[in-house]
């Protein structure tokens, strides 16, 4: 059983930044595609930012330039810099692992970003 645990969400300024990790645990194979999803008030679920085994990275458009998606693959731990925050990046932001193949999701329960002055 794989689980995911979300930390670094809070309040922070406009233009400020935030850091969040996300520590998997578990049988965690190979081929697997760890990434960060958020999801806003009365929004859908959005991707954000996608880190595969190889170290290709897909970032939406909206974050670009902003965030950076990393990984330590000693500790199947993924994090998520956040630079230049602005309010509509607020939201509950989940962590996601797409696992082995064929694929199986797994996501951590989420942890809110907040970004107002």
């Known amino acids: 059983q794989v689980q995911l645990v979300e930390s670094g969400g809070g309040l922070v300024q406009p233009g400020g930044s935030l850091r969040l990790s996300c520590a998997a645990s578990?049988?965690?194979?190979?081929?697997?595609?760890m990434g960060w999803y958020r999801q806003a008030p009365g929004k859908q679920r959005e991707m954000v930012a996608t880190l595969n085994g190889n170290g290709f990275t897909n970032y939406a458009e909206s974050v670009k330039g902003r965030f950076t998606i990393s990984r330590s693959s000693t500790e199947n731990t993924v994090y998520l810099q956040m630079n230049s925050l602005k309010p509509e990046d607020t939201a509950d932001y989940y962590c996601?692992?797409?696992?082995?193949?064929?694929?199986?999701?797994?996501w951590g329960k989420g942890t809110l970003v907040t970004v107002s002055s």
């Open positions: 578990g049988t965690i194979f190979a081929i697997n595609v």
């Open positions: 996601n692992l797409k696992n082995g193949f064929p694929v199986v999701d797994y």
